[in-house]
Structures are given as structure tokens and as C-alpha cells.
């Protein structure tokens, strides 16, 4: 890549860059673990199960899917006292709305009131009884504060009211497990891996209680594996928004790393995330333009295209969203718009040679011999060790 290439898609922060290509890398190191830790555990062999399901566990520790993982590095959660007094506000007003209630104690439990945690969900259960999440938070936090006996009756209570709570599962095979009874903590905790395949952390543990159960080796156990890919999360979906909405290197950190580097699923949630993020903002040109980027990584090139001539038509002087129009234009054969758009930007400054060589090999194709000639001249003396200009020009030149 030449220098001034280099130069001009250099706004992405490094630092960031290297931390976004980490946290990837990490992610999906983590669902190769689970799957692989998961088919060992079914071969009974329970030690290297452990030391694969262990790294999945400390590279996504909650199991979150993409997007909550993105969203849970990128947007900073933290001063917890002040949560807990914003979701007591909105208690006040909807005393029997589950969410605020638990966002309310929890909040306070991080802030190490446990008391006014529990007495929080208390009052919560008194107008839901019903609420299976309100019964398992309430053991969650009991069992933080060693009061075991009263968060296994409510581990129990979450289940019987939704047979289908993986979490409350997990809970109650370590309460089990806690006081010795190794096969009926298995037998919770087989249910909850099949309830909730893809989180690590409960395999991890029925691992260690099958092993602890049956020895170092064993007879193949039934497992369920986890979807190739997961359900996203509304609320990590709306969080990143946010976060691409007002700070457009977000999206340029994805965009500058390799595409080897990448997985397709990468590129599909940040499509969903920025189309949520248009559906508040569709005047913003930079996020049309970056979602034009973003298609076009997906191969999506005439959704891609319609994107990018928004952001054009938004902002006419944007000379990233011209020079991405252009070759654009010119993967889909139009090579006069692809020309049109190469020219408007170097009238507004985009001095470039890689953007003159492009412009030059338009020209050529077109058969205008003589402008492409110049073109791959004046991107020689923007940078006179751009070897692409250099055998572009001999090609040309009698």
C-alpha cells in the first residue's frame, strides 16, 4: 500500500485496532473452546474437556453472544450507586415492573448494600409472585451472603415457575454440589447445559461434577452443542448504536483489520447495528457511509452502493463516501460514474496517489490514453515509489 493510502485510512486509532483484533480473536477462540471442550465431554474425556471449556469460560465468561460482547467492552458500565438511584426513580413509578427492579437491586449489590438488595427483591416478589427472574436474582443474592438454605428454596421456586431457566438450574446443581450430592448437582446441570448450550461456564461445571461423580475417565454423555451463531441482544444492539452513532472510529476499527480477520458474523451485527442507529438518525451521513462499507465487506455491493449515495447526497463535499462511491461504481462495471466521482473528490482536495492511479486505470479502460497517462504522472509525484503507477504509466506510454 502506498503512503499516502497509508496515510489517509490511517484515522482508525492503532491502539484501538489491536484491541478490537484481541477482543475477536478472543471471542471466537472461545466458541471454538466451548464446542471442542463439548465433544470431549461427550467422549468421557473429562480432564481435557476442563482445559478447553476453562479457556472459553475466562475468554467470554458470561457466554454473552457478539453483540453484548462488543457491547459490554466498548460501553463502560460502572458507578453503581448512581444506577441504583436512577432505577429506584423509575421503581417509584412502576413498582411491579420486573426489569427496574432488578437492575435496581443489582445495582446495589455491586455497590455492597446485599441488604438493600434483598429487600428490594423482597418487596418485588410481593407484587409478582410470580416472577421466576425475581426468585432467582433473590437466590442469587442470598447465596452471596451464605444464606443457602433460603436461596436453594427460591433457585427451586424460579424452576417451578419456568421449567426453562438454565440459569436457575446452574444454581441449584452448585447448591447440591455444596453439600455433597454429586449426582443430583449432575442431574441439574445436564439439564441446564441442554436448556442453554452455548454457555461455557455451565459446561465447565458439569464437566467438574461428572468428573467428580464417575473419575478421570468415563462412558460418552448425551451433550447439546451450541448454533453456529446467536440469537443478538436488542439491548447490546441499541447500546452499540449508540456508541457508532457518536464515535465514528468504532466502525473504522472493524473495517481496518483484515478481512482474514473477520468473521462475516462481525459485519452482519455491525449492519444491524447501524441501521438501528439510522432508524434515530437518518440525516447522519457518516453512518450511511459506514454502512455502505460495512455491506460492501458482507458483498453486498448495491445495497452498499445506495448507502454511500446517500451519504453523498447528505453531504456533498464528503470525500471518503466519493472516493468509496468510485470504486464501488467501478466493481460494478460503471467506470464514467466511477470517473465523475474520482474527479469530484480530487476537486476537493483529495490529493491522493492511490486515488489518481485509480482514476488513471478508469481512464485507460475507457481508452482515454492520454488522461490516464497524466493521471498515473501526478500520482508519481504525490509518491514517486508507488510501483503500481509506475507500471501503470509504462503501459501506456508508446
Not at 493510502?5 to 483484533?21: E, G, I, Y
Not at 453456529?228 to 448504536?241: F, H, P, R, W, Y
Not at 449508540?242 to 462481525?266: R, W, Y
Request: hydrophobic share 40%.
Amino acid at each position: 500500500m502506498n503512503t499516502a493510502t497509508s496515510d489517509r485510512r490511517s484515522s482508525a486509532d492503532p491502539r484501538r485496532r489491536d484491541d478490537l483484533r484481541r477482543l475477536l480473536q478472543k471471542y471466537y477462540e472461545g466458541k471454538h473452546q466451548l464446542r471442542r471442550g463439548l465433544c470431549l465431554l461427550a467422549a468421557g474425556r473429562y480432564d481435557q474437556a476442563i482445559r478447553a471449556l476453562d479457556v472459553a469460560a475466562k475468554a467470554n465468561p458470561q457466554s454473552l453472544s457478539l453483540s453484548t460482547y462488543l457491547a459490554a467492552a466498548y460501553v463502560g458500565k460502572g458507578r453503581f450507586g448512581r444506577a441504583a438511584a436512577h432505577f429506584q426513580k423509575n421503581i417509584s413509578r412502576e413498582p411491579a415492573n420486573v426489569l427496574h427492579r432488578v437492575r435496581h437491586a443489582l445495582a446495589l449489590w455491586k455497590a455492597g448494600r446485599s441488604d438493600r438488595a434483598i429487600a428490594s427483591l423482597r418487596e418485588g416478589i410481593s407484587h409478582n409472585l410470580e416472577s421466576a427472574e425475581l426468585h432467582f436474582q433473590l437466590g442469587t443474592v442470598l447465596a452471596s451472603a451464605d444464606q443457602t438454605e433460603e436461596a436453594e428454596l427460591r433457585f427451586t421456586q424460579a424452576i417451578a415457575i419456568n421449567k426453562h431457566h438454565a440459569e436457575a438450574m446452574v444454581e441449584l446443581g452448585l447448591c447440591y454440589g455444596a453439600r455433597g450430592d454429586v449426582r443430583e448437582a449432575v442431574c441439574w446441570l445436564k439439564r441446564a447445559q441442554t436448556h442453554d448450550p452455548g454457555d461455557a461456564r455451565t459446561a465447565l461445571l458439569l464437566t467438574h461434577a461428572v468428573k467428580a461423580a464417575e473419575g478421570t475417565e468415563g462412558e460418552a454423555l448425551p451433550v447439546t452443542m451450541p448454533p453456529e451463531t446467536t440469537v443478538e441482544n436488542d439491548t447490546a444492539i441499541d447500546e452499540l448504536s449508540s456508541t457508532i452513532e457518536s464515535e465514528p472510529g468504532f466502525v473504522e476499527a472493524f473495517l481496518s483489520l483484515d478481512p482474514k480477520e473477520v468473521n462475516a458474523e462481525v459485519f452482519a451485527v455491525l449492519a444491524t447495528t447501524i441501521n438501528r442507529a439510522l432508524e434515530r438518525c437518518p440525516e447522519h451521513a457518516d453512518l450511511h457511509y459506514h454502512c455502505g462499507c460495512v455491506l460492501d465487506r458482507l458483498g453486498r455491493t448495491r445495497d452498499a452502493i445506495t448507502s454511500v449515495e446517500r451519504a453523498v447526497k447528505l453531504r456533498p463535499r464528503f470525500i471518503k463516501a466519493l472516493i468509496q462511491l468510485a470504486r464501488l461504481y467501478r466493481q460494478t462495471n460503471r467506470h464514467a460514474d466511477a470517473c465523475r466521482r474520482l474527479e469530484d473528490a480530487i476537486r476537493l482536495g483529495a490529493e491522493y496517489a492511490d486515488v489518481y492511479c485509480t482514476l488513471g486505470n478508469l481512464y485507460r479502460d475507457s481508452g482515454m490514453v492520454e488522461r490516464a497517462r497524466e493521471a498515473y504522472r501526478r500520482a508519481l509525484r504525490i509518491n514517486p515509489q508507488y510501483a503500481e503507477a509506475e507500471h501503470a504509466l509504462q503501459t501506456v506510454t508508446p
